[in-house]
Nanobody, 128 residues
Framework: QVRLEESGGGSVQAGGSLRLSCVASGYGYSRNCMGWFRQGPGKKREGVASIDSKGTTEYRDSVKGRFSISRANANDTLYLEMENLKPEDSAMYYC??????????????????????WGQGTQVTVSS
């Protein structure tokens, strides 16, 4: 069974930084379509960043220049480096992997949370 295990969330002041980690295991997910979603209070779940097996990355506009997604070359660990955090970044952050066969361009289809594979979520709280 596919498992995504997240860590690294916490509470920081605006302008602070956090590094999220996600370790994927098992079989049946697409390594070409992995990344991070988040869901703030009263908001829809939204894609934050994605990465394919070659390291090509995509970001939503609001985090460009502040967040950086990466992965280890020799394993299935994902990272999300978050810099200059803002209160509007406060959310539950979920590591996600697409179903086998999906490509990076399909990542946004997972927004509803009913498709693919998901971590348990790690809370990020940014105070003003």
């Amino acid at each position: 069974q596919v498992r995504l295990e997240e860590s690294g969330g916490g509470s920081v002041q605006a302008g602070g930084s956090l590094r999220l980690s996600c370790v994927a295991s098992g079989y049946g997910y697409s390594r070409n379509c992995m990344g991070w979603f988040r869901q703030g209070p009263g908001k829809k779940r939204e894609g934050v960043a994605s990465i394919d097996s070659k390291g090509t990355t995509e970001y939503r506009d609001s985090v460009k220049g502040r967040f950086s997604i990466s992965r280890a070359n020799a394993n299935d660990t994902l990272y999300l480096e978050m810099e200059n955090l803002k209160p509007e970044d406060s959310a539950m952050y979920y590591c996600a992997a697409c179903p086998l066969g999906w490509l990076q361009r399909d990542f946004h289809r997972m927004g509803g949370g009913d498709l693919g594979y998901w971590g348990q979520g790690t809370q990020v709280t940014v105070s003003s």
